[in-house]
């Protein structure tokens, strides 16, 4: 399922507009990303957890090399499904 094909979904179980869905998907992911660029926590219940994840910098090696290099330090969107989405699914 792609944004578009969301959209149509949404607007029909919300007997929304598409116009109206996309609005509402569109600042639900807006609110989605700015608490985690905030360093937060966003819990919706039955569906699941985002959270940033933190990688300390390390030495890696280049394969091709076999050079030592340093991998900086980065952040990352980690998602963890809640039981009623893992319910779904199987």
Request: glycine share 6%.
């Amino acid at each position: 399922m792609n944004k578009t094909e969301l959209i149509n979904a949404i607007a029909e179980k919300a007997n929304l507009s598409k116009a109206q869905a996309k609005n509402a998907l569109d600042a639900a992911i807006e609110a989605i990303g700015g608490a985690l660029a905030a360093n937060d926590k966003v819990a919706l219940l039955g569906f699941g957890t985002f959270s940033v994840k933190e990688t300390a910098a390390r030495t890696g090696i280049n394969p091709r090399t076999k050079e030592k290099i340093e991998i900086a330090a980065s952040k990352s969107v980690k998602f963890k499904a809640g039981a009623e989405l893992n319910a779904k699914v199987k």
